[in-house]
C-alpha cells in the first residue's frame, strides 16, 4: 500500500485482515507516529540552520525508511540501516521511488556504527522498545546531534518498576506525573551513558506523546561540560499523602523522614533522574517554524512546539484533575487555573504532557490556597 508523508510517497505493507499495521513479520509501519517523525522533519530543518555542517544522517532502525526518506528530502546525505533484508529492500525502493539519493543497508545497528568509515552527524534510534542498547553506539559514534524514541513506557515511568530499574539503572516511582517521570528517567540514563565517552548530551528537544518518549540530544564533546549536565542529575522525594514534592541535585539521596506540608510519611524517591531542561526553547521555536502546511500532523506539531516553547522549566508537572479531586474541588478550564496562580504571584505555564498538565513553582500548599475560592 502506498502511503504519503510530508513531502513523500512510499510503500508500506498493507494491513491484513483484524491485523494492525506494523503487526506481524512483515515490515514495520506505524501511522500513529506521523507526529514523532513530522517533528523530525522540523528539527533536522532546524539542526541544519543551527549547525550548517550537519549533512549526514544514519537512520538505524530504518524498517519501511519512512523516515530516512524524509530527512533525505530535507536535504541530509542519508543511511538507512536495519537488520531485516526486506525492511533494507523497501527502504532502497522508496528512497529510489522519490528520486532520492542515498544508502540503504543491512545491518546490527550497533556494528555498523563501530565499524562504519562515516562519523554521521545525526543518528536517530527508533528501536521496539528501549534504546538502551543503542546508546553506548550512537554516543561513541555519532559528531553532533542523537534523536531517540523509546516506546517501553512502563519501565520508565516506574509502572514495571524492576524492568525500569535493570534497564535505566535508576528508581522510577509510579507517581501522577508517570510521562514526565518517564522521560526524566529516559535522559537520565542517556546523558549517563554519553559521560563515559566524555561527552555531554544536551536535551535541546524532547516530548512526550500517546505512548512513546522522544528526545534530541546535541553533543558537546568535552569533559567539563559532561560534568555540567550531570550535575543535572537527582532525585525527587514524593510524598503520596498531599502530593508535594521536592528536587534535589546530589550524587547521593536525602530523602526527608517525613512531608514538610503534611507530616506524612508515605515518601516515594526517584532517581537518579534528569532534574535539568528538556528543551532549549529558542530550537523549540525554530522547530515550530519548520513545520509546514503539507506534513499530516502540522496542527498538533505546532501546538505541542508551541507548549514545550512555553513550558517552565521546573522538574515534574502537577495536574489540575487530580489535585481538584485530592481536594474535593471541581476542576476548572485550564487558563483559569494557569491564571490564578499567575495572578497570586507565581510563576505557571501549561505542560506538553496532557491537557490538565501545568508547571509552576508554587508548592502544592501554595497552589491550593491560590486556586482556591
Ligand atoms: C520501530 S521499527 C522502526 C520504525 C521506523 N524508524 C519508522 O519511523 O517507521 C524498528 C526497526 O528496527 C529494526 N531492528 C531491530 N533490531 C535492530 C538492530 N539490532 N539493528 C538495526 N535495526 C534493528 C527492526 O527490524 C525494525 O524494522
Ligand atoms: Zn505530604
Given amino acids: 500500500m502506498d502511503v504519503c508523508e510530508g513531502d513523500v510517497e512510499i510503500s508500506v505493507p498493507g494491513a491484513r485482515d483484524g491485523a494492525a499495521e506494523g503487526a506481524g513479520d512483515d515490515v514495520f509501519y506505524n501511522p500513529t507516529q506521523e507526529l514523532n517523525r513530522d517533528v ?12 550548517p555542517r550537519a549533512s549526514t544522517y544514519l537512520d538505524a532502525m530504518a524498517a519501511s525508511g519512512i523516515r530516512g526518506v ?14 531485516d533484508p526486506e525492511a533494507v529492500a523497501l527502504a532502497r525502493e522508496n528512497l529510489e521511488r ?18 562504519s568509515e562515516t562519523v554521521f552527524d545525526v543518528v536517530d534510534l527508533d528501536p521496539f522498545g ?9 554516543f561513541a559514534n ?7 524514541t523509546a516506546t517501553d513506557t512502563a519501565p520508565l515511568c516506574g509502572a514495571h518498576q524492576r524492568s525500569g530499574i535493570r534497564t535505566y539503572t535508576t528508581l522510577p516511582q509510579n507517581t501522577e506525573y508517570h510521562p514526565e517521570m518517564g522521560l526524566r528517567v529516559l535522559l537520565s540514563a542517556l546523558i549517563r551513558t554519553a559521560a563515559r565517552y566524555d561527552t555531554a548530551a544536551v536535551p535541546i528537544l524532547s516530548h512526550v506523546t500517546r505512548h512513546y518518549a522522544r528526545t534530541y540530544l546535541q553533543l558537546d564533546a568535552r569533559a567539563t561540560s559532561a560534568d555540567d549536565l550531570l550535575a543535572d542529575l537527582g532525585y525527587v522525594h514524593h510524598c503520596e499523602d498531599c502530593l508535594r514534592r521536592t528536587h534535589e541535585r546530589d550524587l547521593i539521596a536525602h530523602p526527608p523522614d517525613a512531608c514538610d506540608a503534611c507530616g506524612g510519611d508515605r515518601l516515594l524517591t526517584a532517581g537518579p533522574i534528569y532534574l535539568g531542561p528538556i528543551a532549549d526553547p529558542a530550537f523549540a521555536r525554530s522547530v515550530r517554524e519548520y513545520v509546514t502546511d503539507g506534513m499530516g500532523e502540522a496542527a498538533r506539531a505546532r501546538r505541542l512546539l508551541d507548549t514545550v516553547a512555553a513550558e517552565l522549566d521546573t522538574p515534574t508537572h502537577y495536574d489540575q484533575h487530580r489535585l481538584c479531586k485530592q481536594w474535593s474541588r471541581p476542576a476548572v478550564g485550564m487558563d ?3 491564571d490564578s496562580l499567575r495572578d497570586a504571584g507565581f510563576s505557571a505555564t501549561r505542560a506538553h504532557y496532557s491537557g490538565t498538565a501545568f508547571k509552576t513553582d508554587a ?4 497552589i491550593r490556597d491560590a486556586t482556591g475560592e
Avoid: K, M, Q, W
Fill in 40 to 51: 523530525t522533519v522540523a528539527a533536522l530543518d532546524a539542526y541544519a540552520e543551527r549547525e
Fill in 70 to 83: 524524509r530527512a533525505a528530502a530535507a536535504g541530509f546525505d542519508v543511511t538507512c540501516a536495519d537488520v
Fill in 98 to 115: 522519490n528520486g532520492l539519493d542515498g544508502a540503504a543497508v543491512e545491518r546490527d545497528a550497533n556494528a555498523f556504527l563501530h565499524d
Fill in 130 to 138: 528501549t534504546p538502551i542498547p543503542f546508546a553506548d553506539a550512537a
Fill in 142 to 148: 555519532a559528531r553532533s546531534l542523537v534523536c531517540v
Fill in 336 to 338: 483559569e487555573f494557569v
Fill in 363 to 366: 508548592t502544592v500548599t501554595e
